[in-house]
């Protein structure tokens, strides 16, 4: 079992950034392939990125490729998103998640959740 808390959302004007974070417990957080995902009101869960156990390989959805990035630390047990150039569409609530292997791009393919924290991106 992997507990996960997300921190770092808020409200930003679009064009800023935040750097939101998921701190693990439990059994070893370096076991596990990340993802990140997020969804907005009426709409399914979305796919954002995700990198492997040792933060050597990330793959990033189109829509947000060359303005996100993921990352982890594990000595801190910390998974990364660093969101730039952030716009109005991005508005949704964020999701850390852990799996199994990598890559996985659809929630079900994910073991545990976070509880999320709400982004908003004003015009």
């Known amino acids: 079992q992997v507990q996960l808390v997300e921190s770092g959302g808020g409200l930003v004007q679009a064009g800023g950034s935040l750097r939101l974070s998921c701190a693990a417990s439990?059994?070893?957080?370096?076991?596990?392939?990340m993802g990140w995902f997020r969804q907005a009101p009426g709409k399914e869960r979305e796919f954002v990125a995700t990198?492997?156990?040792?933060?050597?390989?990330?793959y990033t959805a189109d829509s947000v490729k060359g303005r996100f990035t993921i990352s982890r630390d594990n000595a801190k047990d910390t998974l990364y998103l660093q969101m730039n150039s952030l716009k109005p569409e991005d508005t949704a609530v964020y999701y850390c998640?852990?799996?199994?292997?990598?890559?996985?791009?659809?929630?079900?393919?994910?073991?545990?959740w976070g509880q999320g924290t709400q982004v908003t991106v004003s015009s």
């Open positions: 439990g059994r070893t957080f370096s076991m596990y392939p």
């Open positions: 990198i492997n156990w040792s933060g050597s390989n990330t």
């Open positions: 998640a852990a799996t199994s292997s990598f890559p996985r791009l659809r929630p079900t393919e994910y073991l545990y």
